[in-house]
Each structure stands twice: as structure tokens, then as C-alpha cells.
């Protein structure tokens, strides 16, 4: 089983649409889970960490975290063609040795807001 | 404040050499990860270092190694590089140990001829 999953996409909004994002992770005792987002031809870009199981938002978007189902999603409210990128799930994997965490990246979601 | 830099931007080697990518991370960080970003593989963790030490480790073989200074900085070297060396590289800044939040810089890109 992939340690961080995603589905590939893509996923085309139209403008002022929202955009839903999922993520599912195997290791049941992850505790950070992190959504960047990468532009083409450029690097991950930080825009939101979740700790806790319920929803964290900042500004258009939202990150909802379910521990028991082992699920992450980021919601993009009022989409944007600047939003159209790819979407990288990070998820704290336990390394084997139990002492050593690592951020574990699903392969990504590409985003495409049309205008 | 300024963020992750990686030097240099862009790479051309040919196969059968070696390598050193940099990485200075943000000032106060100590924890210094580097990934591997192919389009088919997405993105692979290699290693990370914290307080010069190697803590970490991903699934690379023995021809990718790094090392970290007492400064925070830190290098990636790739010997005997393979057509399939060819990547992004990206070093990721953590203010503690590894699996916090990370911010990347902007990547060095390797191209193996």
C-alpha cells in the first residue's frame, strides 16, 4: 500500500467554483499533515498544516483532517485560474526504528480553473 | 528573511560524473532535508541531516550522499551519475527535526547527458 495517496487528476473547476482535494495516508500514528502547492516549473510552496482531526481555514481555504479514516482534503472556496497548479498531501511517516518521522509526499493533484 | 537558497540553478553533467548540489537553509533552521522530483516518481525523500548528523535516510543507492556544516548548510553529492540521475533536486528547511513544516527552495536542476 502507497504510504500517501492522492488522486492525479486532473480536476478542472470552472472560476468561482470550489475545488476539492483529497488525500489518504496509511500510518495510523501520523500526527502533521501539510498541502503545498507547485506551480509549473516551480518549487512546493507551503499553504496549509493541520494537527488536529476537524477543519482549519486561512482565507479561501480550508483543510479538513479525519484521523480515524485516515483521510486529509483541502477545500479551495471561490477557485481562481492563479489556483490552477498541482497539489502536493504531505503526510509525518514514521520511519522504521520508530524514532525518525520523514514528510511523505503523494505524487499530486493537478488543479485547472478555467477561466 | 530570506528562505531556502540552492545553488546552482541548473546543471548539465555527463554520465560517469559527480555532482555537489548546496543548500543554505533559513536562518534558525537546523534541519535540512533533500528530495528527488521526477515526473513519474514524484517526490522522493533522500535524507536529512540535523546537527551535522544523518538521521534520516530514503530508499537511494550509495552513490547519493550528503553532509551538513555546523552552520546549517548543506551539500548533496552524486557520484557516478546515471541518465536517470536527471531530476529536480530540492532541499527542504525545517526548523527542528524533520516531519514539521518544511519550506523548499527552489530546487537545482540536473540534467545527466
Known amino acids: 500500500q502507497k504510504e500517501v495517496e492522492q488522486n492525479s487528476g486532473p480536476l478542472s473547476v470552472p472560476e468561482g467554483a470550489i475545488a476539492s482535494l483529497n488525500c489518504t495516508y496509511s500510518?495510523?500514528?501520523?500526527?502533521?499533515f501539510f498541502w503545498y502547492r507547485q506551480y509549473s516549473g516551480k518549487s512546493p510552496e507551503l499553504i496549509m498544516s493541520?494537527?488536529?482531526?476537524g477543519d482549519k481555514e486561512d482565507g479561501r481555504f480550508t483543510a479538513q483532517l479525519n484521523k480515524a479514516s485516515q483521510y486529509v482534503s483541502l477545500l479551495i472556496r471561490d477557485s481562481q485560474p492563479s489556483d490552477s497548479a498541482t497539489y502536493l498531501c504531505?503526510?509525518?511517516?514514521?520511519?522504521?526504528?520508530?524514532?525518525?518521522?520523514?514528510?511523505?509526499f503523494g505524487k499530486g493533484t493537478l488543479l485547472t480553473v478555467n477561466p | 528573511k530570506a528562505g531556502v537558497t540552492q545553488t546552482p540553478r541548473y546543471l548539465i553533467k555527463t554520465r560517469g560524473q559527480q555532482v555537489t548540489l548546496s543548500c543554505s537553509p533559513i536562518?534558525?533552521?537546523?534541519?535540512v532535508s533533500w528530495y528527488q522530483q521526477t515526473p513519474g516518481q514524484g517526490l522522493q525523500f533522500l535524507f536529512e541531516?540535523?546537527?551535522?548528523?544523518?538521521?534520516n535516510k530514503g530508499n537511494f543507492p550509495g552513490r547519493f550522499s550528503g553532509r551538513q556544516f555546523s552552520n546549517s548548510r548543506s551539500e548533496m553529492n552524486v557520484s557516478t551519475l546515471e541518465l536517470g540521475d536527471s531530476a529536480l533536486y530540492l532541499c527542504?528547511?525545517?526548523?527542528?527535526?524533520?516531519?514539521?513544516?518544511?519550506?523548499f527552495g527552489q530546487g537545482t536542476r540536473l540534467t545527466v547527458v
Open positions: 504531505a503526510v509525518n511517516i514514521i520511519t522504521s526504528g520508530g524514532s525518525n518521522y520523514k514528510l511523505t
Open positions: 500510518d495510523r500514528v501520523s500526527q502533521s
Open positions: 493541520i494537527y488536529s482531526n
Open positions: 536562518s534558525g533552521h537546523r534541519s
Open positions: 541531516y540535523f546537527s551535522e548528523t544523518q538521521r
Open positions: 527542504a528547511s525545517n526548523k527542528d527535526r524533520g516531519g514539521t513544516e518544511a519550506f
